[in-house]
């Protein structure tokens, strides 16, 4: 069977799972073999739950006519996500980065909605599995794409370009993530610079951060639409940021007052705007979306607790965002202040050097309390009477269970293997 007769099978369906504990009725569901199960062995569950067909590789679990046997499942399901790519004809727009591809792709979203019917990617499915369940999630009624793609090594964001052959790009940044994998800082920044490669060789436009500097020197010869801070001769001049806590931006005459903490998050916010104003979004809807737009899932929420006013942004964390989230907290103006963060994860032998350089950087700009969780941070234990270091979560908690924190402003932050949120339970 061709992947062109099973997209015929696929479009008389209404939804593509690869989860039989989430398939709907008429929906069609992959069997991709995982780490620690093999899917084909759900496919009669699949059949019983309604779904109208199953792919399966394993000969083995074939059981009528609705079940379609293929070499590879999983190849199958990206074959079949680029042809209903190419049926559909929409406009992609694709994003990645080191930082903040989530919050980008979310706020693009919320403002090219305004004027279009948009379909983004949902969460952060976005690899090698979730990339092609996005594009098969777009419909005949769908008018822009937006996919987000992560990395954690080279060729990845090649290969998913491929498969969903964006029409324009846009990659948020180039920090220290996935060092580990990468190889190095540049090697994230060959990694992710495959998109710009893609969009280069397909004549294709790209997004970029004029004050970017690699971002700059990457795209002079790719058509781009630019945004900046510092440049008037910009397709969009940003004329003011602030972020006390919240980001307030100035720019087309209009001015933003978001629901996003920090001024790490301006630049996903000025990507929004770029991207709806290239697209003819009139302003007043740009606006309306990007401070409509609430973060959620543990990204940059401003809490109370109690008396504590806590900024939380334990998601995810890698030495980048980690040294701008500590940044923009020593300039709030705010008073009796205290960070508690979480080891960064996927560094590899540089981890011990970044956790290191964190430990320096506060040691130099902060006065207030510091409580540093996590074996690579506690290894950089420095004495210092605001510093205080814990090997595990379970002996931070040990110490908070013998204090009460009151009339603080918060910031936590750690990796999302630290789980950094549980500290609210204690709060």
């Known amino acids: 069977m061709t992947i062109q007769n099973i997209h015929d099978l696929f479009i008389k369906s209404n939804k593509v799972s690869i989860d039989t504990r989430k398939i709907e009725p008429n929906s069609f569901f992959v069997a991709i073999k995982g780490e620690r199960f093999d899917a084909n062995t759900f496919a009669k569950e699949a059949l019983e739950k309604g779904?109208?067909?199953?792919?399966?590789?394993?000969?083995?679990?074939?059981?009528?006519?609705?079940?379609i046997l293929v070499n590879d499942s999983l190849e199958t399901l990206q074959e079949l996500a680029k042809f209903h790519r190419q049926y559909l004809k929409l406009p992609i727009i694709a994003l990645t980065g080191s930082n903040g591809k989530t919050t980008t792709k979310e706020l693009i979203n919320a403002v090219l909605s305004k004027t279009y019917n948009t379909k983004a990617t949902i969460g952060n499915l976005n690899n090698h599995i979730g990339v092609p369940?996005?594009?098969?999630?777009?419909?005949?009624?769908?008018?822009?794409?937006?996919?987000?793609?992560?990395?954690?090594?080279?060729?990845?964001?090649e290969f998913l370009c491929e498969i969903a052959q964006p029409d324009y790009g846009y990659i948020t940044n180039f920090g220290k993530a996935h060092l580990e994998g990468f190889g190095g800082v540049e090697g994230v920044i060959k990694g992710?610079?495959?998109?710009?490669?893609?969009?280069k060789a397909n004549h294709k436009t790209v997004f970029i951060n004029h004050d970017d500097k690699i971002q700059n020197e990457k795209t002079t010869d790719i058509r781009r639409i630019t945004f900046s801070?510092?440049?008037?001769?910009?397709n969009v001049f940003i004329d003011e940021v602030t972020a006390n806590p919240f980001v307030k931006i100035k720019t087309l005459g209009i001015e933003i007052n978001s629901h996003l903490i920090g001024l790490y998050n301006a630049n996903n916010i000025n990507a929004a705007?770029?991207?709806?104003?290239?697209?003819?979004v009139p302003v007043n809807d740009i606006k309306d979306a990007i401070e409509s737009y609430i973060p959620e899932n543990n990204r940059s929420q401003l809490l109370t607790k109690g008396s504590n006013e806590i900024i939380l942004d334990a998601y995810n964390a890698n030495p980048s965002s980690m040294?701008?989230?500590?940044?923009?907290?020593?300039?709030?103006?705010?008073?009796?202040e205290c960070v508690i963060i979480g080891d960064m994860y996927e560094l590899g032998e540089e981890s011990l050097d970044e956790h290191k350089g964190i430990v320096d950087f506060l040691d130099k700009n902060a006065s207030f309390d510091c409580h540093f969780v996590g074996k690579?941070?506690?290894?950089?234990?420095?004495?210092?009477?605001?510093?205080?270091?814990?090997?595990?979560?379970?002996?931070?908690?040990?110490y908070l269970s013998g204090v009460k924190m009151e009339n603080k402003t918060l910031l936590i932050k750690g990796s999302r293997g630290m789980a950094l949120e549980r500290t609210l339970e204690y709060l």
């Open 51 to 67: 779904a109208r067909h199953v792919i399966i590789d394993n000969p083995s679990y074939f059981i009528d006519e609705r079940t």
């Open 273 to 280: 705007i770029t991207i709806g104003h290239n697209l003819e």
């Open 133 to 157: 369940l996005t594009l098969l999630s777009f419909t005949t009624e769908t008018q822009i794409g937006i996919v987000e793609m992560g990395a954690n090594h080279q060729k990845e964001i």
């Open 376 to 398: 690579d941070f506690y290894a950089n234990a420095i004495q210092k009477p605001n510093f205080h270091f814990y090997k595990t979560f379970e002996d931070f908690t040990q």
């Open 323 to 336: 040294m701008v989230a500590l940044e923009n907290f020593i300039q709030l103006d705010k008073s009796n």
């Open 229 to 234: 801070q510092k440049d008037q001769s910009t």
């Open 192 to 199: 992710k610079s495959e998109m710009y490669a893609y969009l």
